[in-house]
């Protein structure tokens, strides 16, 4: 049937609607598909070029150079060594166990050290490296470097490691560093990035760990080109990070390492300060350690000799423990009645050999008593009774406050671990801990560095030099950081009588200078050189009367503080004995010895020494010389 022209033309005019609705839905299209190609190679270039490349490239940190530490004549204490290390990515290994298996056909490693490596992998984080082997030859190193292609995941790596090639020297003042524990993170509420380097070092303690942030610096960063197996192909830019601050202690290291050969094998330690600025110029606890075993992890049979010793080898002495100070206590309570104008240097008191408190009786160290004592003698003698007595007029309020005054109950800053503040009660203080009202008897024990009296080493120290020089001298540790000395820290006038001082350090000669004094068989005859002194012996038992019917561990302490010249105080010194017995026995010619050897700066010479004690002095001196020889070739062939 045909159609008419009319059906003809309206079948034309549909066609060629649909025609233009359907080129305009393509042109539509077309249009937004342009539109949208425009938009992500245009406008959205840089983005896509970012994602493009980081298909190919790696950002990778480079850890920082450790800052160095020295002593204060430019010895070195800690520095850092290169060594060489197997690295395990496990994101990008393909089976980590078959990986591992290929290495060890290339290079021995340790089993223990495979376990530590597994063990580190955190699943949550599969892209943080592994350190398998550490402090690995070079030939090891080339053997993996070669076998690259069928080791994914496993790259070599040139490191640092630190050293300590004063070994036992500075055990417990700079410390060591380790590889970053959770207790290290656990510092930061976001922890840098470069902490999760494999085997990167951190300060675990002493100077080390004070001052981490310091002496780690900045990390770098480099961009590296990988292929598909994620090997590196070239390094394509670097920016460099900056190192750690190097510092400059206070301490000298011949003083140092002659102090701990004289303390031999005692549980020990000595204090000695610069009263001009307060620097701590040796500060040492003995028996020390090797703080290189603890650097890549100490082995269990070393770690045990350490922990099972009954010397406490790891403690730091000087600043971690408090004594109750015995006797070289005398003179805080003395300025304090002094200070108060409640005794003047001429009134006498009585010992009988004991003092009733309270209905109890209080002994004196001589029970036979010394009879009349005044100032001078009560310190001298180190009579005990004249200090009950004078307790009982002084207060304990007047005693604490010029304890403090003095330094004592104050960690004073000083960038070790564990530093204790000791303790200086008072009446407060014992209902505050004790839920107890405080006794005439607390004030008696208190006046002789007894009861519940507790000070440092340290302490000690900074007493003997407040009581020198009548400033408030604070110690000070770390001389420069970079090249910026740090401040003094005191030094201001303490506001104490110069004529009480000048008492004070009259009896404290007498003390070492008088053929009755306590400390007269350890004096120093060289003119110029003679010092002011105190022994003090702190009760560990007060059932024990005599010290070598006991075990060692039940034995009193022994301590001695001193300043010298007496007459124009140079630096002060305190020396503890643990388990010493008397401080005029244990402590007095330690300190005697550390004295002379500090003015001198070297051996002193022998007639600095009585006559008879010449021939023994010339016979220490050529031991310990011979032990720091050795001792010094030992830690040579060490670094």
Known sequence: MRRTSRETE?????????????????????????ARMRYMQVEQADEFRLLAEENRISIRFIPPTRGRIFDRNGRVIAENEPTYRIILVPEDAEDVQDVIARVSQLVELEEGDLNRALTSINPRRPFDPVTIADRVSWADISRVAA???????????????????????????????????????????????????????????????????????????????????????????????????????????????YI?????????????????NGDLKAI????SYDPNKFVHGISTADYALLRDNDHRPQASKTVQDAYPPGSTFKMVTALAGLDAGLISP??????????????????????????????EQSLRHSCDVYYYDLALKVGIERIAAMARRLGLGETHGVPMSAVTSGLVPDKAWKLRKHKQEWVIGDSVNASIGQGFVLTSPMQLAVMMARIATGRDI????????????????????????????????????????????????SRIIADGMRM????????????????????????????FVNFAPWDNPKIAVSVVVEHGGGGSVAAAPIARDVTLQALYGGDPPLDAYPKKDRARVKALQARLSKEREERQALRSNRA
Request: aromatic share 6%; with cysteine.
């Open 147 to 257: 076998n690259a292609p069928a080791l994914p995941g496993i790259s070599t790596e040139v490191g640092q490691s630190r050293v300590y090639p004063q070994s036992e020297l500075y055990a417990h003042v700079a410390g060591y560093v380790a590889k970053v524990n959770d207790r290290n993170l656990s510092r930061y509420e976001d922890p840098p990035a470069v902490l999760n380097l494999p085997g990167f070092q951190f300060g675990q303690v002493g100077i080390e760990s004070k001052y981490e942030d310091l002496l780690r610096g900045k990390a770098g960063v480099k961009r590296v080109e990988v292929n598909s197996a994620n090997r590196v192909m070239r390094e394509l830019d670097r920016r460099e990070g900056s190192t750690g601050a190097d510092l400059q202690l206070t301490v000298d290291t011949d003083l140092q390492d």
């Open 10 to 34: 309206l079948s034309a005019r549909r066609i060629t609607r649909r025609g233009l609705l359907l080129g305009g839905a393509q042109l539509a299209f077309a249009g937004v598909l342009g």
């Open 346 to 375: 001429e009134d006498t008191v009585y010992c009988p050999g004991h003092m009733e408190v309270g209905g109890r009786k209080f002994h004196c160290w001589k029970r036979s008593g010394h009879g009349n004592m005044n100032l």
């Open 284 to 287: 040492a606890s003995a028996p």
């Open 474 to 521: 604070s110690p000070r540790l770390v001389k420069r950081i970079g090249d910026v000395d740090t401040p003094l820290r005191g030094g201001t006038d303490l506001g104490l009588n110069p004529n009480h001082l000048r008492l004070i350090h009259r009896a404290m000669y007498s003390v070492s200078n008088n053929r009755r004094g306590t400390a007269y068989g």
């Open 532 to 559: 002011a002194g105190k022994t003090g012996t702190a009760q560990v038992s007060s059932t024990v009367v005599d010290n070598s019917a006991v075990p060692w561990e039940k034995r009193d302490h022994a301590l």
């Open 260 to 276: 701990l050969a004289r303390l031999g094998e005692e549980s020990a330690s000595v204090v000695v300060m610069d009263l001009e």
